[in-house]
């Protein structure tokens, strides 16, 4: 997606000059800062899992995948979790269906030997520094659109 400059007679690159100076300048004040830097730290922590922001379903049947690549059975892990196998197969379908909570989650994963580990990422494999910076420039130029 490219920026599309729908603000006649503003100069982007005057803008972007300007910020840079500002940032330059040291202007920006401590809080902007700090959470500049937050942003890039959550973009490197988050870096492995970006790829599946590019993906419109990337954990779906998760539960059912995992279990069935360690062949572990739905009653070894109905006896793990304490619930009966038909509530086993309710939360493999609750999870392809989006509405299974993170503690059943979690205590499907336990009982599999693993844990949930789960993160937010921008869409289509972005950084959060991307995401600030549109919103910076919506706000400074006003209602501008993206190109889809």
């Given amino acids: 997606m490219a920026w599309k400059n729908n603000f006649p007679g503003r100069d982007l690159q005057v803008i972007s000059t300007l910020f840079a100076t500002v940032k330059s300048e040291g202007i920006l004040d401590m809080r902007a800062k700090d959470r500049k830097l937050l942003r890039r730290r ?3 922590e988050m870096k492995p899992f970006r790829g599946a922001g590019r993906e419109p379903n990337p954990t779906n049947g998760l539960l059912r ?3 069935q690549a360690l ?13 009966g196998r ?3 197969n309710d939360f493999e379908m ?8 993170l503690k059943s989650l979690g205590r499907m994963a336990e009982a599999m ?3 949930v580990v789960y993160g937010v990422v921008p869409v289509n494999g972005r950084r959060f520094l991307d995401l600030e910076e549109e919103r910076l420039w919506t706000k400074v130029l006003g209602a501008g659109t993206r190109e889809q």
């Fill in 113 to 115: 030997g693993c844990k």
């Fill in 42 to 44: 959550l973009d490197e």
């Fill in 86 to 88: 038909s509530t086993v």
């Fill in 94 to 101: 609750r999870e392809l269906k989006r509405t299974i909570t």
């Fill in 65 to 67: 995948a995992v279990r």
């Fill in 71 to 83: 062949r572990i059975p739905l009653a070894e892990i109905a006896e793990k979790s304490g619930v």
